[in-house]
């Protein structure tokens, strides 16, 4: 699999394309062999959960939404950046604040908390183009199952 770009520009059908195009990544075996079909799943969970908040969630004024999202293997790694014209928000805090929540609301917002789990060098932040860059790794080597709060 080389490197895979899209943009989107509609939310109201952003999650369903997505998910048609990690369909037609498995259909089509562009997965290296090395990327078993967990990790696949992983991988998979995090960017919908990243695509379902900022449907339900981001802030893009009147602009008409960008969202980009690259993916690139790695042999037992896939890295992967999305991008988007919103607002923005500070995810750090925003972990910080979910993880305090973890005992009183053991059912609401655990997103941010799952995909911090799932993932490696997990960042956010205001790329130099003005649009917020959420960049991550899922590793093949990482089982993380047992450490996801819910």
């Known amino acids: 699999m080389d490197i895979v770009h899209h943009r989107f520009r509609d939310l109201n059908t952003i ?9 037609r990544w498995n259909a089509e075996n562009r997965f290296p062999p090395a990327f078993p079909e967990n990790a696949r799943y992983l991988l998979r969970q995090v960017v919908h959960e990243w695509i379902a908040n900022l449907v339900q969630h981001a802030d893009f004024h009147d602009r008409e939404p960008e969202i980009h999202i690259d993916i690139q293997p790695n042999g037992r790694n896939v890295h992967c950046v999305i991008e988007d014209n919103s607002d923005g928000f ?5 972990l910080r604040i979910r993880e305090a929540m973890l005992e009183k609301l053991p059912e609401r917002g655990m997103g ?33 199952w047992m450490d996801i709060p819910f």
């Not at 999650?15 to 369909?23: P, T």
């Not at 500070?90 to 925003?94: I, R, V």
């Open 15 to 23: 999650i369903d394309h997505v998910h048609g195009l990690f369909d």
């Open 90 to 94: 500070d995810l750090n805090t925003n």
């Open 112 to 144: 941010l908390l799952m995909m911090e789990r799932c993932t490696e060098d997990l960042v956010y932040y205001r790329a130099h183009n003005g649009h917020f860059r959420l960049e991550f790794s899922v590793s093949a080597d990482k089982d993380p």
